[in-house]
């Protein structure tokens, strides 16, 4: 729901219901990940996507009528042999969707969560998909020091549960995870959804992933701005102020003067294992001591410019300063995948390309070159598709 947060938190402040559906659990080509989101308010307005056009008719109704109901559901979505034009995924792949109606103020957590993920707050919301019939819908918001919600009018009948529901949720949104989680009606873990079990869909909402830019030059620029593009957050630093200036870089979130090592030194607390570093200075007396450090941190990415000259001295210069070939061996240079690129755009594109493939698991051959799974970083369906619901 991050992608909508302001168009919910719109319709939710002016008082005005709308029905949430959720991709809970995908399988196959599915064309959206878990957390992709389609909102209807009670006008029939409509914002945001499941399944960039396959199923979004039949999920528009079904927020329709969630919202005349006042009841949540849980709808599974596949490509149908038997009749072409039926409601599926013409992809092949298998889309578990969950519809909730919301009414601003009838909900503790659904009202937190909304208001959290406007404000950029970290929060992590977990709702009840499967399970007894009295529980689906229930929600729990969680941020790193409060909870809101609950699973039941009785808190005390379902007191261990929650306690439970609040540990998992609070763990995923540490990792920034997103997925389903099954539990015992008791609150221990179950290897698979059935009687006695509830299912949850805990979707964490984090600040966007960082992009740090190293050296104000034309190239970074367009990184700058297919890094925007891309969701980062993107900051471009370089120790020379008439370069790195907001004026040549307008699509960046922020423009620091600093030498890079100690610009980096002074974000420990503001970097993890989504951030990517794109190193462009190419010029050992800023890339050594940037590099030294970074290669060294638990970063998602690390690339540097330079030709393949320049990569083998600045890595013989890295293995002067201590580092070993396995930290080294983390550092993607020179940057970027081999797309004949040439103009700054032109390399922009290929550094995205990269970071996509490196993030994702992409083996960086042309589609039309295989015919496995186009979605590399997908679980097996038996692990990814979300369970029917049950009743008690």
Known sequence: MQDIAAQLHAWHASGRSFAVASVVGVSGSAPRDPGAALAVDGAGEAVGSVSGGCVEGAVYELCREAIATGRPVLERFGFSDEDAFAVGLTCGGILDVFVQPVTPG???????????????????????????AALLGAAVAVTADAQHGALSPAPSTTA?????????????LEAGSTGTVVLGLDGRPCDEAGLGSVTLFVESYVPAPRMIVFGAIDFAAAVTRIGRFLGYRVTVCDARPVFATERRFPDADEVVVDWPHRYLDSQLDRIDGRTVLCV?????????????????????????????????????????????????????????????????????????????????GGSCLPLSAGDGPIHHDLAAPQESAAPRPHAA
């Open 280 to 360: 462009l200075t190419h010029d050992a007396k800023f890339d050594i001591p940037l590099l030294e450090r970074a290669l060294r941190l638990p970063l998602g990415y690390v690339g540097a410019m330079g030709s393949r000259r320049t990569h083998r001295d600045r890595a013989a210069r890295l293995r002067e300063a201590g580092l070993t070939d396995a930290e080294i061996a983390r550092l993607r240079s020179p940057i970027g995948l081999d797309l004949g690129a040439r103009t700054p755009e032109e390399t922009a594109v290929s550094v995205a390309a990269e970071i996509v493939a490196h993030r994702r």
């Open 106 to 132: 009838a909900d503790p957590a659904i009202d937190a969560g909304i208001a959290y993920v406007a404000s950029g707050t970290p929060v992590a919301l977990a709702r009840v998909i499967a399970g007894p």
């Open 160 to 172: 261990p549960l929650e306690r439970a529901v609040a540990a998992e949720a609070r763990a995923m």
